[in-house]
């Protein structure tokens, strides 16, 4: 009997086959962002002229492009943004952080246990930024129009502060899909465009009203395709509070900043709102999204307003539930001592970890902090998914019955029947008092 009884409970899961249509599991994806300060000027000296990232970018050895990488790699994030990464109009100073620095195992830190392992991004997306674009304006009101760029001058007179046109800009960086023809800009939209905005009228003439862009930088949305689900990334830099006077036109513009994503994620909000390519309107009702970037303004702390970051942080479409902390329990993400980097996925996304990469000072890897001052924060995120898109697909379905008590699911047990890259599983579990109910979907693909 107890033969018959372990024969119909462990082989019983062959019993009854189904074809059906390929059933959806959930998968933890690493999202970051990380201010990478990698913004060097041509030949490292004043002016400051264009040019400086590719310089240096060709030199494998180039220190802190090798610290950058090696955290890139120990973190191993699946979408990542890196700020202040200087814009180049072919793209080459990001083929180059690619291909010389990621794609090669980095052990800047030298860590005894050996390099760290290369990783792959496909997808790349680099853009315009309105760092050094000349505005034709004397912004900073000092009488005079600096249109010469390489120096400060010139910065403050430009559309986002920048000695050249796109210094300080910004890399996005994917194992999964962007949708190109998709990605939505926003580096032209007015700040006077901004219903109730915080545009300082005293300081702008109405001329300089008519061109003063909103983003110092640009506003992304990125959609990329995770399976079958599309996740908007929401990346931006806003301009940092401080460097100006009483009339705060600083502060003033990093709060409006950070409020447009707060407008664009709300039903309502966004009518306002326009792409570089004419598209009015905001995100969908039910996307899902990350918003990621240096931010530059913590909610209790600093020179910032802080009523735009506790407005979305806040916000009933953010999932902020999880705030990541250093090692020592502090939640600061830069030198300075201020959470300034954030990445915030949408409510209906669940985040099971976040962190901030800030090894102990004993660590190895705590060399790697000379790269920045800021830190690269991450949180990790469930992402519902459809299993790999290559190859032909047949999804079976068994049902085991086991006959006894109930009793909780041994996920040690049942979770890993199938582990490699090519097989996906996923698994219910539906109890009765009397009886166990365990559905087990299988999917082999064929390559």
Known sequence: MTILRFVYRYTSIMAIWTVCCVCASADFLRFSTFNSSLNQCDDGTSPCLSGGLEQVLTDPEFVQSRQVAEIIQRIRSDVILLNEFNYDATGNAAKLFVENFLSTGQNASRHPDGPAEPIAYPYVYVAPSNTGIHSGFDLDNNGQIVSTPGTGLYAEDAFGYGEFEGRYGMLFLSKHPIQFDQVRTFQNMLWQDMPDSLLPPTWYSPEEQQVLRLSSKSHWDLPVQIG???????????????????????????????????????????????????????????????????????????????????????????????????????????????????VLPSSNLQTEAVGIFWPETRDPLARLLRASDHRLVWADVEIPSVPEPAGLTMAFVGFLIAIGSARGYDRKRYGKLFSNGKTRQMHYKVATRRHSFIVLAFQVTFL
């Open 228 to 342: 079958e689900p599309t996740v908007h990334f929401l990346a931006s830099h806003p301009k940092p509070p401080v460097f100006d006077g009483p009339e705060d036109r600083n502060g003033r513009r990093n709060h409006d900043e950070i409020r447009f994503w707060s407008d664009y994620i709300s039903s309502g909000e966004a009518d306002y709102i326009v792409d570089d390519a004419g598209v009015a309107g905001g995100l969908g009702e039910n996307d899902a999204f990350v918003v990621l970037g240096n931010l530059n303004s913590d909610p209790d702390r600093g020179n910032s307003r802080s009523g735009a970051i506790k407005r979305l942080l806040d916000h009933p479409e953010v999932n902020s539930s999880l705030v990541p902390q250093r090692p020592n329990g502090a939640t600061h993400t830069a030198t300075f001592r201020l959470r300034v980097d954030y």
